[in-house]
């Protein structure tokens, strides 16, 4: 397994051959002058998460609290920001 690095004109330029490689255990790191900004791996490398939702023991105060309306205070502190 090797590390290739490239910049993003050359990865664009080469992707099915930079694809293939990751395919075959190399690592690709794509650049942006000398910055790393992505890199590149085999799917089967990344170990697959795990999605759902989080359990939560909410009490009834505390849904009620979370959904109860803004108070007159509070609302334009959020909506100066949308």
Same mark, same amino acid.
């Given at each position: 397994?090797?590390?290739?690095?490239?910049?993003?004109?050359?990865?664009?330029?080469?992707?099915?051959?930079?694809?293939?490689?990751?395919?075959?255990?190399?690592?690709?790191t794509i650049?942006?002058? %000398?910055?790393?900004?992505?890199?590149?791996?085999? !799917?089967?490398?990344?170990? &697959?998460?795990?999605? =759902?939702? $989080?359990?939560?023991n909410l %009490?009834?105060?505390s849904v009620?609290?979370?959904? !109860?309306?803004?108070?007159? &205070?509070?609302?334009? =502190?959020? $909506?100066?920001?949308?």
């Amino acid at each position: 397994m090797s590390v290739i690095t490239v910049n993003t004109y050359e990865a664009k330029a080469n992707l099915s051959k930079l694809l293939t490689a990751c395919s075959h255990g190399d690592d690709v790191t794509i650049t942006r002058g %000398s910055v790393p900004i992505a890199r590149l791996v085999a !799917a089967s490398s990344v170990p &697959e998460r795990e999605t =759902g939702f $989080l359990p939560l023991n909410l %009490s009834d105060e505390s849904v009620a609290e979370s959904l !109860a309306p803004l108070s007159d &205070e509070a609302l334009p =502190g959020w $909506l100066k920001n949308s």
